[in-house]
């Protein structure tokens, strides 16, 4: 059983920063990504940032230049700085990892979600 587990979420006010971090834990497979995404209630759940084992980064549009991800292999853990945080940032962030595996001549996903963390950004 694999167990993300976020901290660092919060209210900022608007121009603010704010860290948040994730733990995996469990049997993990080693070639791996992990990330970032948030929700707001009602709408999709949205990609903010994804980084592989190798340390290739993908952000989303509305955060490019103002959020910086980061992750440690050895610890399985990934960070996400926010910077100049706006009213638009409100939402609940969740980790995710996810894999894919070839298991007995079959491709097998693997894909987990934290529980999520709230940042509320007030204006």
């Known amino acids: 059983q694999v167990e993300l587990v976020e901290s660092g979420g919060g209210l900022v006010q608007a121009g603010g920063s704010l860290r948040l971090s994730c733990a995996a834990s469990g049997i993990i497979y080693g070639l791996n990504i992990m990330g970032w995404y948030r929700q707001v209630s009602g709408k999709q759940r949205e990609l903010v940032a994804t980084i592989t084992t190798g340390g290739n980064t993908t952000y989303g549009n509305s955060v490019k230049g103002r959020f910086t991800s980061s992750r440690d292999n050895a610890e399985r853990t990934i960070d996400l700085q926010m910077n100049d945080l706006k009213p638009e940032d409100t939402a609940v962030y969740y980790c995710?990892?996810?894999?894919?595996?070839?298991?007995?001549?079959?491709?097998?996903?693997?894909?987990?979600w934290g529980q999520g963390t709230q940042v509320t950004v007030s204006s």
């Open positions: 995710n990892i996810a894999w894919k595996r070839r298991v007995f001549g079959n491709m097998r996903e693997y894909d987990y």
